[in-house]
């Protein structure tokens, strides 16, 4: 391996929302915590990321940015290199993040009182797009297959033909279930919104993160039809280790909705920042041997924790994700409610996991936990073993 993903690196003076022991103690009542939550990575950037910002860095000027010819060409290059996805510049739109992205598509195609799809347990922040707007959340749950994850077409179409159901947000590739749909599945969702006049805007911002063997199919190859209405958020941020820099590329192939996404979003006057810009173009044109690299760490974690489960927690369930570096792992045969298990996660085994609750407030996430194993190997099996030992205490 060239890189060393194995270095343990201290972050905890680096104003780190993860690792800041002054929040752990003020959220969780704790300060000797491993935490394992929060979706960015505990590996240094690549090279030629930290040279690009650090050369940046080194100028002192830092004023405004702007979407260069060279940072829009770095992501159409990225993408027809990675996902033979032929995209123009001009279909780009910058933004500061893939959150405000989704809002904005939220509150463009709907009204307060319509209905979004979610399709839980999912990403949490997207019931807050739609709750936080005054909408409502239509659940469409996703169907549990001995721990592989599906979709569940039926009650997709029953949802979408309700005349206040005007959006949808799709996961991915799906955060947390670690699913990479296929094209067959994509294709599905996409005659479904066509049918009942549903806008949808996919969140592809775990696509660079495949760990296994199907390949992930950006949402608008699938047909033209689908490329002409939807909203893709891309951005570096997750596969690069970028998200501190507010980086994400909106890519939207149809005018009038990009024009109407540009006009939504002009009054915030949005620019890329002057480090998020010069991170995207090294990691686009100069990382992906680093990324390569990152995939197979991140696929040996993902069987280390299989490995550990079978090993020394039967008593905890957990499907090898597809994609991204976070393992939902299944804690139900520990027969706690989502409060025991939240104080047992803390204050037993000390480590902060995301509560699997928070993922389906209707059930959906009851008894799971998100453990981002983007991590040195040595941290996983210190948090596997910290939860192992707190099960053993128990028994
Ligand atoms: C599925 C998904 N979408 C969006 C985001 C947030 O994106 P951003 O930081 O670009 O707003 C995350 C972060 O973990 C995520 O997992």
Redesign the pocket.
Known sequence: MKYNFDEKIDRTQTISIKWSPERWQQMYGESDIIPMG???MDFKVSPAIARAVSKRAAHETYGYGYPSDEYLQACVDWQERRNHWKIKPEWIVY????????VCGVEMYTEPGDSVIIQSP??Y??YDYVLGTGRKVAFNPLLNKDGRYEMNFEELEKLAQDPKTKFMIL?SP???VGRTWSKEELKRVGQICADHDVMIAV?E??SDLILGPEAFVPYATVSEEMAQSCII?T?P??SFNL?GL???DIIIPNDKIREAFIKKMAPYYLWPGNFGAVAQIAAYRESEDWLEELLCYLRGNAKYIADFIAQRMPEVKYHIPES?Y?AWLDFRGLGMSNDELWNFMLHEAKVATDHGAMFGPNGEGDGFQRLNFACPRQQLEEALSRIEGAIKRRS
Not at 95 to 102: C, E, Q, S, Y
């Open positions: 929060i979706a960015d933004t500061p993040g893939v959150n405000m992205a989704l999912v990403y922040p997207y996961c799906h955060n947390p969140d911002i775990h958020c951005s941020s997750k998200a507010l980086v994400s991204t976070l």
